[in-house]
């Protein structure tokens, strides 16, 4: 009992002097640090801005600050890098990286391209800055519906790396979409069998669910056919499911996606109920960074993601034009 109540007290302990040197560390390298929606709540609490990835580069390329510590995974550092060349990107882990990323590299994208010459490619930007750089569109969750609709027509698509975000655009656009078979192993453990249990558990609840996941096609097929209430599940960004959290009437909400998503819809809404579709989807590699790589991340400057040039300017064609296609929707 005693020395429980000694681990727990030194815990306290050493997280509040851990907190207090990473707000010193920060304020002496006048850093910013910016955190996904996935992070552990510590990091998120520490973040200056918490959000979706091109959430967090963009407000790392706003800020004047010339040193960002980017919490999240390594792709995201790298758009950040992209976004912010004069700037030192820092990741607190360098084995932060991300399975869905990894689904795909250069050279297979590169065969496929010569397997569908005429083909445009549109990349999630979960992907690395050499797929980027050899795509001709970037698109996120929120946007890749308006990117492949601005698309002309008679144009193939070869979308990567989500072949579940991709087969939910293909049925919403009703496009030619030609879908590499990548997944994230987060998202695509979802089954519309887990739905099904909780609508029996909380049939008054929203369901947010985010297009990355396993079930999302199965979704779409029960809401079209009636079977799944289209007034209460919504196939969402994580952006998306803050801003439909915070409008809704509804008090709770069952949520399909990384859990570390509850942390942030929670504090934004004390007042409702969050609750997982799945509490074992957890990302493990947003959950390397902790708080003492933080601080040694801060004190050291350590690790630097850095991007070569060439590769950077070329990554940024399908980012910016990304950005006209969503400037055009606004
Ligand atoms: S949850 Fe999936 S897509 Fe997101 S960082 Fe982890 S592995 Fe990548």
Known sequence: MTSQTHGISKTKYDKASLISEIKRLKRQHDALIVAHNYQIPEIQDLADYVGDSLGLSRQSALSDKKIIVFCGVHFMAETAAIFSPEKMILIPDLQAGCSLAASIDVSE????????????????????????????????????????????????????????????????????????????????????????????????????????????????????????????????????????????????FVVATEVGMLYPLRKENPEKEFIPLRSDMICEYMKMINLPKLRDSLKYLQY?????????????VPIRRMYEISKIKK
């Open 109 to 252: 994208l590169k065969k496929w391209k010569k397997k569908y010459p005429d083909a445009v490619v549109v990349s999630y930007v979960n992907t690395s800055v050499e797929v980027k750089a050899e795509s001709d569109y970037c698109c996120t969750s929120t946007n890749a519906v308006d990117i492949v609709n601005a698309i002309p027509k008679e144009k193939r698509i070869l979308f990567i790396p989500d072949m579940f975000l991709g087969q939910y655009v293909a049925k919403i656009t009703g496009r030619d979409i030609i879908i590499y078979p990548g997944e994230c192993h987060v998202h695509a453990r979802v089954r519309f069998s887990d739905m099904q249990k909780k609508i029996q558990h909380y049939p008054n609840s929203d369901f947010l669910i985010h297009p990355e996941c396993g079930c999302v096609t199965n979704c779409m097929h029960h809401l079209a056919s009636g079977d799944l209430d289209a007034n209460s599940t919504y196939i969402l960004s994580t952006g998306g499911m803050v801003k439909h959290a915070k409008k809704s009437n509804k008090k709770q």
């Open 304 to 316: 630097q993601v850095k991007v070569e040039k060439k590769v950077a300017t070329k990554a940024y």
